[in-house]
């Protein structure tokens, strides 16, 4: 599955996928309407779309149309694309859409080069990709073999490698869903790994999350419900800087379960984790 296709040059799709990120998320910031509505709503009524989001998602289609028109393209939201090259471009056009709605700086372009096929967990890896904060001005990316690399604004990129700290020392980042049944599972897991971690942050941005674990903003984090545009980016960059990126069982993240941390504080996660799904049994549904 970590074939390449013959040809491709990671680092290039890298470049390219922050290029473009970059594009989108300037999009997201300089055209943001006076008043931004609530375009549509999803799997709930506060899983929200705002009409920048699809605005997001059409720049990126059209843009790796041009730059990339063999590719498949694969969205959070409506539109996408079939290629042929056995790249699939898997996008979210912004993570962290409440954030955005609410004008708190914690939101991303998410976009991954990704090989095998996305639609199904476990059968996908990402080979290069890019989050991008357009607020703060703070880029992640990252291509299979080439590290994981941070840079704001023009500063020259920086390198970034994780760090093991005890579970009991461990800032541990986390988010939830937005069906109510899920949340109340989340929740209930969360008692069980709040008493055994330093403490807890939610910032909203999954993608944001991952890098924030590859540059030690974060130590761990794990989130139930992922989808693959929320985590493809990131993965990738939290495992080019050192960390384990995972299912419970050690495969890869799906949408059953993602934790990333460094290897042993992985495992120490994992571990409680485990403990606590176990625990709190299946998710009901009301
Ligand atoms: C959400 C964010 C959030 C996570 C949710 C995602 P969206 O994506 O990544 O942090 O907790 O699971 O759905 O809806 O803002 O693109
Ligand atoms: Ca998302």
């Known amino acids: 599955m970590t074939q390449l296709p013959a040809g491709t040059d990671p680092a290039e799709l890298a470049r390219t996928a922050l290029a473009v990120a970059v594009e989108a998320g300037d999009l997201i910031v300089d ?169 807890i942050r939610r910032f909203g941005s999954a993608a944001l999350d991952l890098c924030r674990v590859a540059e030690g903003s974060l130590d761990v984090y794990y989130e139930r419900g992922l989808n693959p545009w929320d985590m493809a980016a990131g993965w990738l960059v939290a495992t080019e800087a050192g960390a384990t990126v995972s299912d419970l069982l050690g495969g890869p993240p799906r949408a059953e379960m993602t934790i990333a941390g460094p290897p042993a504080l992985h495992a120490a996660l994992g571990a409680v984790l485990t403990d606590a799904v176990e625990q709190v049994g299946p998710e009901r549904v009301r």
């Not at 059409?58 to 730059?67: I, Q």
């Not at 042929?84 to 962290?96: F, R």
């Not at 996305?118 to 703060?136: E, K, L, S």
């Not at 604004?153 to 700290?165: I, N, S």
Request: with cysteine.
């Open 31 to 199: 055209d943001r309407p006076a008043r931004l509505g609530v375009a549509e709503t999803k799997s709930s009524s506060t899983d929200v779309v705002t009409v920048m989001d699809q605005r997001s998602q059409d720049h990126l289609l059209a843009r790796l149309g041009e730059l990339r028109p063999d590719d498949g393209f694969a969205g959070e939201e409506r539109g996408g694309r079939t290629g042929e090259s056995g790249i699939t471009w898997v996008v979210d056009p912004i993570d962290g859409t409440v954030n955005y709605l609410y004008e708190i700086p914690a939101y991303s372009v998410s976009l991954a080069a990704v090989v095998g096929d996305p639609r199904t967990d476990g059968a996908w890896q990402p080979v290069a990709g890019a989050v991008v904060n357009p607020v703060t001005g703070e880029s992640y990316s990252a291509w299979l073999g080439g590290g994981a690399w941070r840079t704001v604004g023009d500063a020259e990129p920086q390198r970034l490698q994780v760090a093991e700290t005890s579970l009991a020392h461990a800032l541990c980042g986390t988010g939830f869903g937005y069906d109510a049944d899920r949340r109340a599972w989340q929740a209930a897991v969360l008692t069980h790994v709040l008493p055994q971690v330093r403490d």
